[in-house]
């Protein structure tokens, strides 16, 4: 239906969690709460994240990819 129906379906803001650790040169796995569900992307990051840290999504690389940093806690 157009542009405003792909900026609906970015995860760019979203909440997730880390299920593959995520290395310093490599991609980890997380998942997101994204369309009404829970899926599974790649995730990149800038520092190491432990599996099961809550992460936010700072970047999209591709329909399958993410750039995510730790949530922060208050």
Not at 18 to 26: H, N
Not at 35 to 50: L, Q
Request: negative net charge.
């Amino acid at each position: 239906m157009g542009a405003a129906d792909d900026a609906e379906q970015s995860p760019i803001g979203a909440i997730g969690r880390v299920t593959v650790p995520i290395p310093p040169d490599g991609p980890g796995e997380v998942l997101l709460a994204v369309r009404g569900g829970t899926e599974a992307f790649a995730a990149w990051s800038e520092t190491p994240i432990a599996k099961h840290v809550r992460v936010i999504v700072v970047d999209c690389t591709s329909a399958r990819s993410v750039v995510v940093q730790p949530f922060p806690t208050p």
